[in-house]
């Protein structure tokens, strides 16, 4: 019996990288999966590869009416939603707090931020019509600690903000058996890293982490899939950091 059995979940960003493992390790433990991604070519091959339990809806997740439809087309072809993995994001450009543009700090805070809100506004209805429901929200480190070198202010301000998202949702849906908690990922092992770093930079990432290594992906879809499950009942509120114990340095 796997642990995802008779969910129904909508995953964001998930034509590749993380939100691309959490769909299939969802399908593996059973669940019915909506895979949301702007990216059409990728998304319905993925669909494609995972069977009949998985369908694709190409989504722009700073959509309002995107969402709403979301969320119908997975009633219409699952059922109501009983999970939600908020994957979806950007790092957006390099640039320290003067020389960002108000228009990409913005253009970030859309896809990174009000992405989360927007979806959890349009899934809680759902959630409750299912009885219930958890909400996974992927930030990062730089939603808990300020970091030297981190990408932007945009970027960081997002990733707090989702934070604060998670835990006023936790404590206005809980009597209704809706969850919500944060994911903090550090370094991990996608096309995002590999993009903006070589061989070896990531070897310069993973001395700097006490593990020893950078993170794979799977390594946080083990938790996200934990969250989903019936087995995380009594964790809402919180926040999941999975770095290696780079922020405990």
Same mark, same amino acid.
């Given at each position: 019996?796997?642990?995802?059995?008779?969910?129904?979940?909508?995953?964001?960003?998930?034509?590749?990288?993380?939100?691309?493992?959490?769909?299939?390790?969802?399908?593996?433990?059973?669940?019915?999966?909506?895979? /949301?991604?702007?990216?059409?070519?990728?998304? *319905?091959?993925?669909?494609?590869?995972?069977?009949?339990? @998985?369908?694709? $809806?190409?989504?722009?997740?700073? =959509?309002?009416?995107?969402?709403?439809?979301?969320?119908?087309?997975?009633?219409?072809?699952?059922? !109501?939603? =009983?999970?939600?993995?908020?994957?979806?994001?950007? &790092?957006?450009?390099? +640039?320290?707090?003067?020389?960002?543009?108000?228009?990409? $700090?913005?253009?970030?805070?859309?896809?990174?931020? *009000?992405?989360?809100?927007?979806?959890?506004?349009?899934?809680? !209805?759902?959630?409750?019509? +299912?009885?219930?429901?958890?909400?996974?929200?992927?930030?990062?480190? %730089?939603?808990?600690?300020?970091?030297?070198? /981190? !990408? *932007?202010?945009?970027?960081?301000?997002?990733?707090?903000?989702?934070?604060?998202? /998670? #835990?006023?949702?936790? &404590?206005?849906?809980? #009597?209704?058996?809706?969850?919500?908690?944060?994911?903090? !990922?550090?370094?991990?092992?996608?096309?995002?890293?590999?993009?903006?770093?070589?061989?070896?930079?990531?070897?310069? @990432? %993973?001395?700097?982490?006490?593990?020893?290594?950078?993170?794979?992906?799977?390594?946080? =879809? *083990?938790?996200?899939?934990?969250?989903?499950?019936?087995?995380?009942? $009594?964790?809402?509120?919180?926040?999941?950091?999975?770095?290696?114990?780079? /922020?405990?340095?």
């Amino acid at each position: 019996m796997g642990r995802l059995n008779g969910k129904v979940a909508i995953i964001t960003g998930a034509a590749q990288g993380m939100g691309a493992e959490h769909a299939r390790r969802f399908i593996k433990e059973g669940a019915r999966v909506l895979i /949301t991604d702007i990216d059409a070519a990728g998304g *319905n091959a993925l669909a494609g590869d995972l069977g009949a339990n @998985a369908a694709f $809806f190409q989504l722009d997740v700073t =959509s309002d009416a995107g969402w709403a439809a979301a969320v119908a087309e997975a009633e219409r072809r699952f059922g !109501p939603v =009983s999970a939600l993995v908020n994957n979806a994001g950007i &790092i957006g450009s390099v +640039a320290k707090c003067a020389d960002l543009s108000e228009g990409e $700090f913005n253009r970030i805070c859309a896809i990174n931020q *009000n992405s989360v809100f927007l979806g959890t506004k349009h899934v809680i !209805p759902s959630m409750q019509r +299912a009885g219930g429901g958890s909400i996974v929200n992927i930030s990062s480190i %730089s939603g808990i600690v300020a970091i030297y070198g /981190t !990408p *932007n202010v945009a970027y960081a301000a997002s990733k707090f903000a989702v934070r604060g998202i /998670t #835990k006023q949702v936790a &404590i206005e849906y809980g #009597k209704d058996s809706i969850r919500a908690n944060s994911v903090h !990922p550090g370094y991990i092992k996608t096309k995002m890293m590999t993009d903006a770093l070589d061989e070896e930079g990531i070897k310069v @990432a %993973s001395a700097s982490v006490p593990i020893g290594r950078v993170g794979e992906v799977e390594d946080v =879809s *083990n938790l996200v899939v934990f969250l989903a499950s019936d087995e995380a009942g $009594f964790i809402t509120g919180s926040e999941y950091i999975i770095d290696g114990g780079l /922020t405990a340095l």
